[in-house]
């Protein structure tokens, strides 16, 4: 399905275009247990890799925990001409996720075979292989890996009941006990080489359950992430907000921010630009299930706000599986705005741009590493870069339509000289 492209006469956000002197970033994370500090850790490994390609100088401050919820750390980045300070923020949701991880393992595995049921016979299912079977077949893998840690336990317990049969004298009751015994401890048994089901199921399980409108944990995290960014609107003297969400954040940013506009319906139109971006998003195989009115609900709000800048930026097919590639976001998912929409804006990349070709061989076929690339520098300079998109002085919103003539700017000498885009006086 063919993505929206904005008409530019009508753009997103009213404000003018201009150097960033200072940017608010609130990224969200995805359904991942590893948290803020590997989470930080890979950013100042990004940041380092970062500096060795582009011919500008970069600078991050330590990480500092403000609460259990927020996270932080600061980034200077600096060119011939310009300097640009960054706060980067951090929602942590890890604990959530690990406590959702550590439930019971009968809890997890039912939790999962009632995600997979519920897709099949609402036809989510064929649904997300109509609009992407490359993203589809991926999250078919884990449906069919839990399966089979159903069938390994169940065989190891049909195993031992037949040796008791053989070997022991036992009424069939005993039997059948002793056998469902060893079935339910390899089930536990084999739990620690699933991390990886257990991490998918769960998050798929929660994600099927906030999208219906059903009580989660993920509804404070929306509140709170919401109210920071409007404090933070009302607050700051950053130029542009962004909340910035990755894989399954996608779901998480974007209900935070059709939040904040409930809150504070003129975000945006005076003050800090209001920007999201969204990397790798997930969001639309949610939205598919025909119970998803919330998450439809969000997507239709963003997609009519013409005080933001959504920027939906997904790589091609064939090197990012685990997103949608070449698909409409709105349209696509049922909903239907006409001449009101405005959002998102569809950015395109391609990771193979980003590496010589041994590195890219090498990397290729790591469908996770790959999907993770969103938030990580290559080995040369390109048109998608998370450090100069999240740090850099040019708006969000500028990248996806003058990509390559940026990355031509920057890369040769540093300098953000541009007709459009006047020079900044460093910031203090």
Same mark, same amino acid.
């Given at each position: ?166 070997? %022991?004298?036992?009424?069939?009751? =005993?039997?059948?006990?002793? /056998?469902? @015994?060893?079935? *339910? !401890?390899?089930?536990?048994? &084999? ?94 195989? %949610?939205?598919?299930?025909?119970? =998803?009115?919330?998450?439809? /609900?969000? @997507?239709?709000? *963003? !997609?009519?706000?013409?005080? &933001? ?6 790589s091609g097919k064939h090197e ?41 061989a090498r990397i290729r076929t ?63």
């Amino acid at each position: 399905m063919n993505a929206f492209v904005p008409d530019d006469s009508a753009p997103a956000q009213e404000s003018g275009v201009g150097t960033i002197r200072r940017r608010h970033v609130l990224y969200v994370e995805g359904y991942d247990p590893l948290g803020t500090q590997w989470y930080f850790d890979l950013f100042r490994r990004t940041c380092e890799r970062f500096q060795r390609i582009w011919p500008l100088t970069i600078a991050v401050q330590p990480l500092e925990i403000d609460s259990a919820d927020f996270a932080h750390w600061g980034v200077d980045l600096r060119g011939p001409n310009w300097q640009t300070a960054a706060r980067c923020e951090f929602l942590r949701l890890e604990r959530f996720i690990r406590s959702d991880m550590a439930r019971p393992t009968p809890v997890v595995v039912l939790r999962g075979l009632w995600w997979h049921l519920g897709d099949v016979l609402t036809g989510t299912q064929l649904r997300i292989y109509r609009a992407s079977w490359r993203f589809a077949l991926h999250l078919s893998c884990f449906q069919w890996l839990l399966l089979a840690w159903i069938a390994a336990a169940a065989a190891i317990g049909l195993i031992v009941g037949y040796g008791i049969e053989k070997s %022991v004298n036992w009424p069939v009751p =005993a039997m059948a006990v002793a /056998a469902m @015994v060893a079935a *339910l !401890a390899a089930l536990f048994a &084999l739990r620690p080489i699933a991390g990886r089901v257990v991490q998918i199921n769960s998050s798929w399980a929660l994600l099927r359950k906030f999208a219906r409108s059903r009580p989660t944990w993920l509804d404070r995290a929306i509140d709170i992430g919401a109210w920071r960014v409007v404090a933070v609107a009302r607050s700051t003297d950053a130029d542009e907000i962004a909340v910035v969400g990755h894989s399954s954040g996608c779901v998480t940013a974007c209900a935070i921010v059709a939040r904040a506009l409930e809150l504070d319906p003129d975000l945006g139109k005076s003050g800090p630009r209001l920007v999201l971006l969204t990397l790798g998003s997930v969001m639309p195989a %949610v939205a598919l299930h025909p119970a =998803a009115q919330r998450m439809r /609900a969000i @997507v239709g709000r *963003l !997609a009519t706000a013409k005080n &933001l800048a959504w920027v939906d930026c997904r790589s091609g097919k064939h090197e990012d599986v685990m997103c949608f590639a070449d698909f409409d976001p709105v349209a696509g998912i049922g909903v239907h705005v006409a001449a009101e929409r405005c959002n998102p804006m569809p950015w395109q990349v391609r990771f193979k741009e980003m590496f010589s070709p041994q590195q890219y061989a090498r990397i290729r076929t790591n469908y996770f590493r790959m999907h993770y690339q969103y938030l990580m520098a290559g080995d040369r300079p390109a048109p998608y870069d998370y450090i100069l998109l999240v740090c850099g002085p040019m708006p969000i919103a500028e990248w996806p339509k003058r990509d390559r003539e940026l990355m031509e700017t920057f890369g040769r000498n540093g300098i953000a000289a541009d007709a459009r885009c006047s020079p900044a006086v460093a910031a203090p």
